[in-house]
C-alpha cells in the first residue's frame, strides 16, 4: 500500500533552521511535493523533487532519496511568517498518477 | 482576482440535505480537482477529472458526485448529507508540465470551502 510518514509538529526558534523529514513507501514513485499551508488557508506549492539530490530555492531546500523512500525540506533563516504546516505528497503512478498526501508537519516558530 | 475561487466560502446545514459546492478557475488549466482535509489527516482525493468529458473517482468517492460544466468549472455534489461529511473542502487545478526529464503537474488550490453537517 502506500504510506507518508511526517512528524505531526515541530519547534524552532526565528532565524534558526529546522530540516522536517518525510518518508514514503510506494512502488509507483513519480515525484515528490512540498507544499505550505497556513492556518485555514489553501496549501501552496514549495518544491518539487523526482531525482535524487537537493533542490535550493532561495531559503527553502528540498532533499530526495528515492533509494531510502526519503525526503526532508530544509528552512534556513527562519522567520515567524513560516509558521505553518508543511505537506509532503507523493505522486503515485498506481494511483493514476494522483497525489498521496501525508497528515503534514505543523511548525511553529518561537521568537 | 483570485486565480481558484470556490463558492460558499462556509456553509452549516443538516443532515439529509443535498449540498453543491462550486469551483471556478481563471488560470485555462485543463485538470481539476476536489479534496476533503479533516484534521490529522492528509488531504484526500474525492474525484478528479482532466479535462470536460474526462471524470475519475478518486480515493473517497462515495457519497459524493460531480459535475465539469466547463473548462473553468467543477462542481461537487453531497446528494445527502451526513455528519461526517464535515470538512474543509478544497479544490484545485493543474497543467502538465513536461520537460527536462520532469512532470510537473503543479495543483493550485482555491481557499476552501469549510461545510458542516449537523
Known amino acids: 500500500g502506500q504510506n507518508i510518514d511526517q512528524p505531526t509538529e515541530m519547534t524552532a526558534t526565528e532565524g534558526a533552521i529546522v530540516q522536517i523529514n518525510c518518508t514514503y513507501q510506494?512502488?509507483?514513485?513519480?515525484?515528490l511535493f512540498w507544499y505550505q499551508q497556513h492556518a485555514g488557508e489553501a496549501p501552496t506549492f514549495l518544491s518539487y523533487?523526482?531525482l535524487d539530490g537537493l533542490e535550493e530555492k532561495g531559503r527553502f531546500s528540498s532533499f530526495l532519496s528515492r533509494s531510502k523512500g526519503y525526503s526532508y525540506l530544509l528552512l534556513k533563516e527562519l522567520q515567524m511568517k513560516d509558521s505553518a504546516s508543511y505537506l509532503c505528497?507523493?505522486?503515485?503512478?498506481?494511483?493514476?498518477?494522483?497525489?498521496?498526501w501525508g497528515a503534514g508537519t505543523k511548525l511553529i516558530i518561537k521568537p | 482576482d483570485a486565480d481558484v475561487t470556490q463558492t460558499p466560502r462556509n456553509r452549516i446545514t443538516k443532515t439529509g440535505k443535498r449540498i453543491m459546492l462550486e469551483c471556478s478557475q481563471t488560470?485555462?488549466?485543463?485538470?481539476m480537482y476536489w479534496y476533503r482535509q479533516d484534521p490529522g489527516l492528509g488531504l484526500r482525493l474525492i474525484y478528479y477529472?482532466?479535462?470536460?468529458?474526462?471524470?475519475n473517482k478518486g480515493e473517497i468517492s462515495d457519497g459524493y458526485s460531480v459535475s465539469r460544466q466547463a473548462q473553468a468549472k467543477f462542481s461537487l455534489s453531497l446528494e445527502s448529507a451526513i455528519p461526517n461529511q464535515t470538512a474543509l473542502y478544497f479544490c484545485?487545478?493543474?497543467?502538465?508540465?513536461?520537460?527536462?526529464?520532469?512532470?510537473?503537474?503543479?495543483?493550485?488550490f482555491g481557499p476552501g470551502t469549510r461545510l458542516t453537517v449537523l
Open positions: 505528497a507523493v505522486r503515485d503512478q498506481r494511483s493514476n498518477y494522483q497525489l498521496i
Open positions: 477529472s482532466f479535462d470536460v468529458k474526462d471524470i
Open positions: 510506494t512502488s509507483g514513485f513519480n515525484g
Open positions: 523533487n523526482v
Open positions: 488560470k485555462g488549466h485543463d485538470r
Open positions: 484545485a487545478t493543474s497543467e502538465r508540465e513536461v520537460g527536462r526529464g520532469r512532470n510537473l503537474d503543479t495543483q493550485y
